[in-house]
C-alpha cells in the first residue's frame, strides 16, 4: 500500500512497494507502446494508407453476408468488373461472397488489392474447432 508523505523540503512524495512500483513501470510502457501504435495507424489514415468506416459503414459491414462483399460494394464495383480485374469468373466470386467458396490465398490477395485493402481485412475468421470433437473416440 502506499505511503503518501513530504521531503523536508515540504514536496509532496509517495512510497510504494517494489512490486506496486514494477507494475506502474510497465503499465506505462505498455500506455507508451500504445501511443507509438496509435499514431503510426493516424499516420497511415492521413497518408490515406488505412481506411476508416463510419458506424453505419460498420453496421452494414457487420449485416454484409462476407466482409468482400461489403468492401466491393463501397468500392462502387460490381461483381463482373471486380472479377474481370482479378481475372476470375464472376460466378466463383459469387460463392465467394455468399460464403460457399473460400477462395485461394492468391486469388483474395489480388481483390484485396485491387480493392485497396488488407487480405485480413476480406477473410473471414474461421470459428475455433472445438477439441473435445476433434478427437477420435476409440
Known amino acids: 500500500m502506499p505511503v503518501m508523505t513530504k521531503t523536508p523540503q515540504g514536496e509532496d512524495i509517495v512510497i510504494l512497494a517494489r512490486t506496486e512500483y514494477d507494475q506502474l513501470v510497465f503499465a506505462a510502457g505498455e500506455d507508451a507502446a500504445d501511443a507509438a501504435i496509435a499514431g503510426r495507424l493516424i499516420a497511415r489514415v492521413d497518408a490515406g494508407e488505412e481506411q476508416t468506416l463510419t458506424a453505419e459503414e460498420m453496421d ?3 449485416a454484409s ?3 468482400l462483399a461489403f468492401y466491393r460494394k463501397k468500392s462502387g464495383m460490381t461483381q463482373a468488373a471486380l472479377a474481370e480485374r482479378a481475372g476470375i469468373a464472376q460466378g466463383f466470386l459469387s460463392e465467394i461472397e ?3 467458396k473460400t477462395g485461394d490465398v492468391k486469388t483474395l490477395r489480388k481483390l484485396a488489392d ?3 485493402v488488407s487480405l485480413d481485412d476480406i477473410v473471414v475468421p474461421e470459428a475455433p474447432i472445438d477439441n473435445a470433437r476433434k ?3 476409440s
Do not use: F, H
Open 135 to 137: 478427437r477420435k473416440v
Open 65 to 67: 453476408k462476407t466482409p
Open 98 to 100: 455468399n460464403g460457399a
Open 114 to 116: 485491387i480493392l485497396k
Open 60 to 62: 452494414e459491414l457487420l
